[in-house]
């Protein structure tokens, strides 16, 4: 591979880390509960996505659907940090992440946020994932299926019980 | 209820720590870090990214370097804490010993292979411009060869200073004037005098009777031939019409299948 080709791929990535990087950030806060955890997902979906896109042919990037497939690789990165995967922390080149609360948006709501994040990510997996992709990214039921390799009734059920166990509504929480 | 969905399409708009972007390309090594290092050579700012070292110079400020390497590279450069081992490879490297690799990205092939034919050229020992422009198999290409040097992104580390003028002056050096240029080789363990004194006089090559062989003056393996078998040679031809052959590790002439 030359490195006109890598350089088109290096572009592409670098669009794809601002576009997406929010995006990212939210979705692994809302899975994981905390912004430290947040953005070790953050960083390892992006250096998963990296480590493939340099291995794709030009027309699979080009055909890439990049906000479904960064879901799912983010997905996979919590499923394999619960699993005790732990990716080891990167501190990226030693910076100290900077996890100070943005002004403009008011501490005590930040603080709300971040407690509502704390609950989703108590929820089980499926409903946590389903909710989280659905409210949280707002995918659509489709893109949320697509995402999770799970059938469209199957997303909309456990979206239904998951914002059900959050309002605190779990009488008829029968299974697990 | 409204207002749950409301508040988790709100955690959706949360946004990424400042920096974050920045710090995850230099990370992949799109863009590049840099930090001050102590070294021998007094304060050194590195620029270094996955791929290696990128850039050095011994510039007065940070915002000096960052203008250099804006310059010259044009990634992003980031300042940050480096690797743990950073220091210590870089110390070794500035000793002779090879531990780091480098980033030659963004330098024609031309440049790119002045440099590594250059890098080659062991510490305590020089070779002339011409030399590095027939290695790399352009004999005609000296003032060009110079250029590239003097655009090293990376001296000290690719030793730009271990090249010098035939007739014995010390030639430009990037990384902070002639000057500079004698005090590292000095340090290196060159004797700069005596080498200018040789090419004053018109000597380019060191002979050694006993094994018929001839080298540049500063290269190591003619180092311990005692003084009554020295002679001092003023060209590859009389040196050859003597019956030397070049030096098969300093190559100091063409070299000609036996």
């Not at chain 1, 030009?58 to 659907?65: Q, T």
């Not at chain 1, 709300?112 to 929820?123: F, G, I, K, P, T």
């Amino acid at each position: 591979m030359g490195t006109a080709v890598i350089d088109v791929t290096e572009r592409l990535f670098e669009r794809m880390v601002h576009e997406h990087q929010h995006r990212v950030f939210a979705l692994g806060l809302a899975l994981t509960g905390n912004r430290h955890d947040a953005e070790e997902v953050a960083q390892d979906t992006f250096l998963k996505a990296y480590r493939a896109l340099v291995t794709y042919p030009p027309d699979r990037i080009r055909e890439l659907k990049q906000k479904a497939w960064l879901h799912r690789i983010a997905l996979n990165v919590v499923r394999n940090r619960v699993r005790g995967i732990k990716p080891r922390l990167v501190e990226l080149n030693g910076s100290e992440p900077d996890h100070a609360i943005g002004t403009e948006d008011g501490a005590l709501l930040n603080l709300e946020l971040d407690a509502l994040a704390e609950r989703v990510s108590a929820l089980p997996a499926r409903y946590r994932d389903a909710v989280v992709l659905r409210h949280v990214q707002e995918l659509s039921y489709e893109e949320a299926a697509d995402a999770l390799g799970q059938p469209v009734g199957t997303v909309k059920a456990n979206v239904h019980r998951g914002l059900k166990l959050l309002r605190g509504d779990n009488d008829e929480h029968s299974d697990d | 209820m409204s207002t749950l969905t409301t508040d988790l399409k709100r955690l959706g708009e949360v946004k990424a720590p400042a920096g974050f972007a920045d710090r995850l390309l230099a990370h992949v090594g799109m863009s590049d870090s840099y930090a001050r290092f102590d070294t021998v050579l007094g304060a050194v700012y590195v620029a270094w990214n996955r791929q290696g070292i990128s850039a050095a110079a011994r510039d007065a400020s940070a915002d000096e370097f960052e203008a250099r390497f804006h310059k010259e590279v044009g990634r992003q450069l980031v300042e940050a804490v480096p690797p743990p081992d950073l220091a210590a490879k870089i110390h070794d490297e500035l000793e002779g010993r090879h531990r780091l690799r480098f980033d030659l990205r963004g330098l024609t092939p031309f440049e790119q292979a002045v440099l590594r034919k250059t890098k080659q050229i062991p510490r305590g020992e020089v070779r002339p411009y011409g030399w590095v422009a027939r290695e790399i198999g352009h004999p005609a290409a000296v003032r060009a060869v110079g250029t590239a040097l003097a655009n090293n992104p990376i001296p000290y580390f690719i030793p730009c200073h271990r090249v010098v003028r035939t007739d014995g002056q010390i030639g430009n050096y990037g990384g902070g004037g002639p000057e500079a240029k004698r005090a590292i080789l000095t340090m290196e363990g060159v004797r700069v005098n005596r080498l200018q004194e040789l090419a004053s006089k018109g000597v380019r090559y060191q002979g050694v009777k006993t094994t018929k062989v001839f080298c540049y003056p500063t290269c190591h393996t003619g180092r311990h031939a005692l003084e009554k078998n020295i002679v001092w040679l003023h060209d590859e031809a009389s040196a050859r019409a003597a019956g030397f052959r070049p030096c098969k590790v300093c190559r100091p002439g063409a070299q000609l299948s036996a």
